[in-house]
């Protein structure tokens, strides 16, 4: 048995919703930093959605993503898989209690240290698309288990990947296999990944039926793939649905790979932890600039928002990721006329913009504007450039999804225990008095999900 040590979790009685808490949390102590409010039945309830739309998916998570340990340990105990990028994330994952059947190594072009690693620690299942990296792993791992990497990109998605990987399955794939297999390496399947935001969702048969035509030149090589690898691209943001994904992908898999034997993953990331962040930021300071408005020529007053996180810190989402980001007043305005406006993060560069130019009702210093939908590319890229912190995080569930987290990973009380402590500090949670604060423990059988 393995005890994880986590971040304190805070529970929420019916009365409360994130909104709620943050309205608590910005109003005490002279809350003045930015901070992230987690809500972990968020990502329970993804979960719940990816189990009844995609049964025959098993998730391997993207730990890229968000390599939060609460988020980590929560899928742990959700009994989801892992993608790793890198030997740092391999350890992370491990140091969880995760077996390493449970983690396919997703990088096609892995340095030689990280090829060692995987093989120290048993991590066995890996990609590649290129032939330099079949010579590579040759020489450190020859025992592990390959899987070719194809390109099949979406028409629209929010950040492309085919530029940097994935080979032509039709003029590139044969001879990368031909060569594996002259090598004597183990090539069990194929994965791709159409893009991350993926807004074409037929691009995912066309992709399967690309990936059918691999394992049918595999066969004839004498190779058994055993397999699929459907990657990431699924969108996670409120207002977003992967039904119209999941029935492609249900589709195609029941036309291209109707046969059971055939193990089909996903490596969901932004999926599962998009809508489980809210950043609340605080106005520190204004500027108001009069001038002509460019659009209309009328002589108005553009107010400039200063807030304490920006392109350094969490809205690097914007540079990295293409994040559209939208804002809102944690306050209501009643009656506020709507000015000109535009929002800056709190370091000296003039790159640290967050919201060029929005319709919004005149604030003051002190005031906060909350940003949903915080959770995927943000933290782990984060910097306190400038000396300005990175956002704490709160993690929050109500009772029910404790219950209800129970009830999905089927754990008895001795393998999954939530601990009750008789705090009720300032310091569990800036004095807010609407909660109960508890020390999050999970405890997760060795070898088990
Ligand atoms: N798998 C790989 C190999 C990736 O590179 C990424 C994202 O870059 C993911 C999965 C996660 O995909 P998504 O962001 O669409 O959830």
Redesign the pocket.
């Known amino acids: 048995m393995k005890i994880i040590n986590s971040e304190r979790l805070h529970i929420m009685d019916n009365q409360s919703s994130v909104w709620s808490l943050i309205r608590d949390i910005a109003t005490t102590n002279n809350q003045e930093d930015a901070f992230y409010v987690c809500d972990i039945g968020d990502i329970v309830r993804k979960h719940k959605i990816w189990k009844a739309k995609l049964p025959r998916v098993e998730p391997h998570y993207?730990v890229?993503?968000n390599d939060s340990l609460t988020v980590l340990e929560v899928l742990t105990a959700l009994g989801t898989c892992f993608?790793c990028?890198s030997k740092a994330e391999i350890n992370k994952v491990l140091s969880l209690g995760v077996t390493p059947d449970r983690i396919i190594f997703?990088?096609p072009a892995k340095p030689a240290s990280h090829i060692r690693h995987a093989s120290a620690v048993g991590v066995t299942t890996m990609?590649f698309d290129n032939e330099v990296e079949l010579h590579k792993v040759k020489k450190l791992y020859p025992d592990a288990k390959m899987v070719i990497r194809i390109r099949c990109d979406a028409v629209d998605a929010q950040?492309q990947?085919g530029n940097k990987?994935g080979c032509d399955p039709i003029t590139e794939a044969p001879e990368l296999l031909r060569i594996a297999r002259s090598l004597g390496i183990d090539v069990i399947g194929v994965s791709f990944?159409v893009?991350?935001?993926?807004r074409e969702p037929p691009v995912f048969r066309r992709a399967i039926a690309a990936a059918r035509d691999v394992f049918d030149y595999a066969e004839s090589l004498g190779y058994d793939f055993s397999l699929l690898d459907i990657?990431?691209?699924?969108p996670?943001g409120r207002g977003t649905s992967i039904d119209k994904i999941a029935d492609i992908i249900n589709s195609a898999l029941a036309d291209f790979f109707p046969e059971p034997s055939v193990h089909v993953i996903a490596?969901?990331?932004?999926?599962y932890v998009s809508s489980a962040y809210t950043l609340a930021c605080n106005i520190h300071s204004i500027r108001n600039v009069i001038g002509n408005d460019p659009s209309t020529g009328i002589h108005s007053t553009h107010r400039m928002y200063y807030i304490n996180d920006g392109v350094y810190g969490s809205f690097n989402c914007i540079l990295y990721d293409h994040q559209v980001i939208v804002p809102q007043p944690l306050k209501q305005y009643p009656g506020a006329k709507y000015h000109s406006s535009s929002i800056w993060g709190p370091t000296c560069d003039g790159l640290d913009q967050v919201v060029e130019n929005i319709m919004l009702p005149e604030m003051k210093v002190g005031d906060w504007l909350v940003f949903e939908d915080m959770g995927?590319?943000t933290l782990p890229v984060a910097s306190p450039f400038n000396g300005f912190p990175v956002p704490k995080v709160h993690v929050v569930a109500d009772e029910n999804i404790w219950i209800l987290l129970k009830d999905i990973v089927n754990f008895s009380d001795d393998h999954f225990e939530m601990i009750a402590k008789p705090t009720m500090n300032q310091d569990d949670f800036d004095g807010s008095n609407c909660l109960q604060s508890f020390p999050l423990r999970i405890e997760i059988p060795h070898g088990n999900g």
């Open positions: 993207a890229k993503c993608d990028a997703a990088n990609t950040c990947l990987f990944h893009g991350s935001g993926c990657g990431g691209g699924y996670g490596e969901p990331g932004r999926f995927a590319y």
